[in-house]
Structures are given as C-alpha cells and as structure tokens.
T-cell receptor, first 113, second 115 residues
C-alpha cells in the first residue's frame, strides 16, 4: 500500500534560518507527491507537487521540495523562514491503484522571532 | 470569490440527531471529495465523486451518505450522530480523476461537535 511518513511531529526554527520538513514515501510505481499547508482553523492549501521532471520543485510562498528517488524522500524546504510560515504541513502521495490522496500525519512548524 | 465553500462552519448537535453539511465549488472541477480530520489532525478521505458519480467510498459507517446533485455540489448527510463523529469535515475538489496529478482545493472545514 502507498504511504507517506512525516517523522517529526514538530519542527522549531528561528526566523531567517532555513527550514526543512521531512517526508518519506512508499509507493509502487512512479510517485505523485504533494505538500499542503494548514493554518489554524483553515482548510488545507496546496503548496507544490512532484509528478515528473526536475527533482527540485518550486511552489508557493517561497517553498521548494526535493524529490529523491534513492532515499524515497520529498522534503519541504525554505531558505529563510518567516514567523507567518508557522502552520501544520502535510505531505501526501497519490495512490495510483485507488486514486486516493494519502496524507501523512502532519508536522507542526513553529518559527520563532 | 470563494473557490470551495462549506456550510455551516460550526455544527453543534446532540447524539442521535441527523445533520447535513453542504459543499459548493465554483472552480468548474469534475471531482469532489469529503475528508474527515480528527482531533489529532489526522486527515482521511471518506468519499469522492466524479461528475456526480461515486468513485471512492471508504469504509465509513453507512450513517454517512454523500449526495451530489450536480458536479459543483457535494453534500454530506449524517444520520444518528455519535460522539465519535465529532471532527472537522473538509470538502475538496480537483480538476481530474485517473491521472492523479492534479492538486486538490479544500474548503474551510465544518467543525462538528456531537454532545
């Protein structure tokens, strides 16, 4: 079965520092990978996706993610964190057999001023 | 303009009642979804519809019944509400089905509290 794992419940980073939110996946076939962000009391917002092509994917709000096939990872990154980036981040993979979007357990990012 | 809207935003009700949540998308998408997010923020799909046809039906109790009157609307009716139904329910939509490469657009959520 397809799955994603987000090994960190919470990531803390100082404003201005680079941030990384980790995600690893397990799929059969080619993975379709997504990152979403959820601000408090809001719905999920799409950040970026990897379908095919360049391993470095750029998305909204200055975020990017690197697809690494050998490590089966799709970590979310940003060169310089903002306090306003504080939110809950979800990695997701499309299950090709069922067409369902399988979400990770989420990582809470806290950016301190 | 709101892309995916849900009503109501909050729903507080007694056990045993029947309630409905409505969802509308104005993005022209063919596919709509219902997700449940529990108190630990775990997100799981419940249903998906493509052009009014049920595509995904997860192992949810049959007290939950989705209805899609047209491809812009997907409502969720819940019978005989139980305490464990308390959660945030999200509606979402996407452009396609089958290709798997389109992102989903989420509504703001409906927080259901069953007393």
């Amino acid at each position: 079965a397809q799955s994603v794992a987000q090994p960190e419940d919470q990531v803390n980073v100082a404003e201005g520092n680079p941030l990384t939110v980790k995600c690893t996946y397990s799929v059969s076939g080619n993975p379709y990978l997504f990152w979403y962000v959820q601000y408090p009391n809001r719905g999920l917002q799409f950040l970026l996706k990897y379908i095919t092509g360049d391993n470095l994917v750029k998305g909204s709000y200055g975020f990017e993610a690197e697809f690494n096939k050998s490590q089966t990872s799709f970590h979310l990154k940003k060169p310089s964190a903002l306090v306003s980036d504080s939110a809950l981040y979800f990695c997701a993979v499309r299950d090709s057999a069922t067409d369902k979007l399988i979400f990770g357990t989420g990582t809470r990012l806290q950016v301190f001023p | 303009d709101t892309a995916v809207s849900q009503t109501p935003k909050y729903l507080v009700t007694q056990m045993g009642n029947d309630k409905s949540i409505k969802c509308e998308q104005n993005l022209g998408h063919d596919t709509m979804y219902w997700y449940k997010q529990d108190s630990k923020k775990f997100l799981k799909i419940m249903f998906s519809y493509n052009n009014k046809e049920l595509i995904i039906n997860e192992t949810v109790p049959n007290r939950f019944s989705p209805k899609s009157p047209d491809k812009a609307h997907l409502n969720l009716h819940i019978n005989s509400l139980e305490l464990g139904d308390s959660a945030v329910y999200f509606c979402a939509s996407s452009q396609d089905l089958g290709q798997g490469n389109s992102e989903q657009f989420f509504g703001p959520g409906t927080r259901l509290t069953v007393l």
